[in-house]
Nanobody, 123 residues
Framework: QVQLVESGGGLVQPGESLRLSCAASGSISSITAMGWYRQAPGRQRELVATSRSRTSTDYADSVKGRFTISRDNAKNTVYLQMTSLKPEDTAVYYC?????????????????WGQGTQVTVSS
C-alpha cells in the first residue's frame, strides 16, 4: 500500500557530510509529517528530526546546528542533510511518515517506517 525507501547512507570520516533521502510511494492522499529516527547498537531508537511543514521542524539537541531536514512535497520525499558528522552519529537511520491514505471510500491515518540505512562515522 505505502512504502518508504531510504537511500544515502554510508561510511564517512568525522567532520564529513552525508545526505539521506526517503521517498514515499503508494496510495497516498497526503503526508502530514515526515521525519528521521536513528538506532545505535544497544540503544533505543531516538528521534533525530521531524518536519510537519516547511516552517515546523524539530531536532534532537545532539544534532541541532549540524543536521537539516527538508521536504519535497511534490515528490513525497524527505531529506536529512548531515554535516560535521561525529562518531556518535553512527547508527541505522530510519525514515518515518504519518500518511493519509484513501481506500474503499474512506480515509486511513497511518504511520509507516522505512527499512533503515546505515550511517557509520569513523576514521
Amino acid at each position: 500500500q505505502v512504502q518508504l525507501v531510504e537511500s544515502g547512507g554510508g561510511l564517512v570520516q568525522p567532520g564529513e557530510s552525508l545526505r539521506l533521502s526517503c521517498a514515499a510511494s503508494g496510495s497516498i492522499s497526503s503526508i502530514t509529517a515526515m521525519g528521521w529516527y536513528r538506532q545505535a547498537p544497544g540503544r533505543q531508537r531516538e528521534l533525530v528530526a521531524t518536519s510537519r511543514s516547511r516552517t515546523s521542524t524539530d531536532y534532537a539537541d545532539s544534532v541541532k546546528g549540524r543536521f537539516t531536514i527538508s521536504r519535497d512535497n511534490a515528490k513525497n520525499t524527505v531529506y536529512l542533510q548531515m554535516t560535521s558528522l561525529k562518531p556518535e552519529d553512527t547508527a541505522v537511520y530510519y525514515c518515518n511518515a504519518d500518511i493519509i491514505r484513501w481506500d474503499r471510500m474512506r480515509y486511513y491515518s497511518e504511520n509507516y517506517w522505512g527499512q533503515g540505512t546505515q550511517v557509520t562515522v569513523s576514521s
